[in-house]
């Protein structure tokens, strides 16, 4: 697409408007809210990575492809407990992050963010020794810069097959590592140059269940890493990188909303936007989940049930039906392996998932009874769900929702989010229970003068991330 006279007037210098912005952002500017939903994000995405490096089998392959390479020792391997290269460990983690499915997410942006910038922040600032102020400031101005391209190119870049999580978190990877690096304005916007060089993720593993859809975040977060190290270091970038002629939205995108990218810029934290996901599946299964989890709660049972029509947007559909999940990945993205376990055993968390996948009754009800509907009404991207359960015995059941829990218009509790992290961390044998402690340190993260010992810490026992035993 070539954009239009006025919209290239309107974005004209908003490369380096982003950069300026970055650079002078400061920790004492954020509102109480705000740092707090970034400790939110930062403990949230750490728990995932922490569990996935004991389940995660594509992050684990890439994990002992690094450890083989060696490398300066930088930043840590989270589970592992090895250090590599900031940018392969940032890789590694970021694989993680996206492993599980439990990532944060930006509903009409269409993108994970917290997979890919929280492990590339993580790895600079534990390699630079930087504090948990610095952390939580290059977080907020990462999500200002990621989210806001997210949401002005969404859904039209989501059509054409690409990951945004893959293509657009990047940026906030780059943005804010330069800015942890401190780098001025201009070298932040190199480093948004370079990351729109090696801006990429198509979602073809839609097509072909395999292992590679952690890996488009995992590219996402090296190669925001490698811009923030390179300008640091003096590389100069493309520094109109987003909007010149033969720059990312020309390349990339099918219609821009300059008002996502420019409304509030400096006054509204997009990052207040983002959601958290209280099942380890596909954010697009998530409503029907519910609508299945309620029916649970009221007495029903799979074994109960004779068909199940699920009511979902086009864009849900696209990405989350999966009849039959040959691997765990495959299984957490499935809209049909999830409404099923949701009526098996009441929760869809990480360890349901990993016990019921060798259920083979759920994944003959995911197979067989379990029918996706186009609702035309609810748009291409809307996050409304309606469920109708047929019963063995005639009963017909019927269900909807307008937002799945964990959207901020139907948010997770403190208690729930602090439940989600402390679950997901105690899955994997430590040395000790840490659950609890870490979720309060992360919690304060704000008095950590220097993370890299917090970081340090991440690891399972003996360097060998495996479950707890039962």
Known sequence: MSMNEETSRQLEGLTQRFAQLVH???????????????????????????????????????VEIVRSWGGTPESTVIGYGFKAPAPWAAMCNAMMGHGVELDDAHGSGLIKGGSVMIPSIMALAEAH?????????????????????????????????????????????????????????????????????????????????????????????????????????GFVGPRKALECKEGFFNAYCEDIRVSDLLEGLGENFVIMEVGFKPHAACRYAHGPIDLAQHFYNEGVRLEDV????????????????????????????????????????????????????????????AGTRVTLINEPAYGFTGRQAAIELKLKDGRVLRHDQPEPKGEPSNPLTAEEMA????????????????????????????NEGNVAELIGTLKAADQTPELRAA
């Open 24 to 62: 002078d952002l400061k920790y004492e500017d954020l509102p109480v809210e705000v740092v707090e939903k970034a400790k939110l994000i930062i403990r949230d995405g750490l728990g995932n990575q922490i569990a996935a490096s004991a389940i995660s089998e594509p992050a684990r392959r890439v």
């Open 419 to 446: 439940a989600k992290f402390e679950g997901l961390v105690s899955m994997v044998r430590t040395d000790s229970d840490i659950s609890a402690d870490l979720s309060a340190r992360l919690m304060n993260l704000e």
């Open 129 to 233: 020794g930087k504090s948990g102020r610095e952390v939580i400031t290059a977080l907020v101005a990462g999500y200002e810069v990621a989210v806001r391209i997210a949401k002005a190119i969404n859904p039209g870049h989501r059509s054409r097959g690409y990951h945004t999580t893959g293509t657009v978190s990047l940026f906030g990877a780059a943005a804010g590592g330069a800015k942890l690096l401190g780098c001025d304005a201009e070298g932040i916007a190199s480093a948004l140059g370079l990351a729109a060089m090696q801006s990429a993720g198509i979602q073809s593993y839609l097509d072909d269940p395999c292992m590679a859809k952690p890996f488009s975040p995992g590219k996402s977060a090296l190669n925001g890493t490698l811009a923030a190290v390179m300008v640091s270091q």
């Open 306 to 365: 004779e068909k199940i029509d699920v009511r979902m947007c086009e864009l849900s559909i696209r990405q989350a039906s999966k009849p039959k999940a040959p691997n765990l990945n495959a299984a957490m993205g499935s809209t049909e392996f999830g409404v099923s376990l949701a009526l098996e055993q009441g929760r869809n968390g990480l360890q349901e998932y990993w016990d019921g996948f060798n259920n083979q009754a759920i994944h003959e009800a």
